[in-house]
């Protein structure tokens, strides 16, 4: 925990920014009648019956001192699936700087081994070396940051049905770009002096 509060709490470097990410799932889900119309004094309703149209993987990683979103779609959650989100990150957004600090949950793919599983070895090393990873304690995903924009994500953009891959990509790309725009930053507030004093009952007593 105090490893990634002292991540946190460092200035901003450009060559090695902090990164955050993590994966969920959303259920794409159809109507099976059409929606009654919006009308005056009345909302769109629409019936509680529906179709289950499969389930899409979304991948975010977040640099909360650049104000950075980056939100990419999958149809699963593999190991290969990760490896290639990681390539995406580091090839298209942090081509130039010298390593990218990331900061994640243990799952079991998030892993520098999942980068040999999807890519030949010179590739995967190149991948790796280009990432110091730490990752959030067991029952600690809270103090990742990448967690709390997927909350925000899934209140403004979510929760609702949405019956497709292609209208599930293009509602994310609206709001990241709509909130990469905005500069949208991070208010964390949280530093290992208050870790001390909130969570005491976790340290060791001397």
Same mark, same amino acid.
């Given at each position: 925990m105090e490893e990634i509060l002292s991540l946190y709490a460092k200035p901003?470097?450009?060559? !090695?920014? %902090?990164?955050? +990410?993590?994966? *969920?799932?959303?259920? @794409?889900? =159809? &109507? *099976?009648?059409?929606?009654?119309? @919006?009308?005056p =004094?009345?909302?769109? !309703?629409?019936?509680?019956?529906?179709?289950?149209?499969? %389930?899409?993987n979304l991948f975010l990683a977040f640099e909360p001192l650049a104000s950075k979103r980056v939100v990419v779609v999958t149809e699963r959650r593999t190991t290969v699936d990760w490896a290639y989100f990681i390539k995406h990150l580091l090839d298209h957004y942090y081509a130039e700087v010298e390593q990218v600090v990331l900061v994640m949950d243990n799952l079991n793919t998030h892993h520098k081994a999942s980068l040999y599983a999807a890519f030949p070895a010179h590739e995967a090393k190149r991948l790796a070396d280009k990432l110091e990873i730490h990752y959030t304690p067991k029952?600690?995903?809270? @103090? &990742? +940051?990448?967690?709390i924009e997927f909350s925000i994500l899934s209140r403004q953009c979510l929760e609702r049905r949405i019956d497709s891959r292609a209208s599930l990509e293009h509602e994310v790309k609206a709001w990241e770009y709509r909130r990469n725009a905005q500069q949208v930053e991070m208010d964390? !507030?949280?530093? %290992?002096?208050?870790?001390?004093?909130? @969570?005491?009952?976790l340290y060791p007593s001397y």
């Open positions: 901003y470097d450009p060559q !090695r920014p %902090v990164v955050c +990410m993590d994966e *969920t799932s959303k259920q @794409l889900v =159809g &109507n *099976t009648r059409e929606a009654i119309a @919006l009308q =004094g009345q909302p769109r !309703r629409f019936d509680t019956e529906y179709e289950r149209k499969g %389930v899409a029952h600690g995903s809270w @103090l &990742n +940051m990448a967690e964390w !507030r949280f530093k %290992v002096e208050d870790a001390r004093t909130k @969570l005491k009952r």
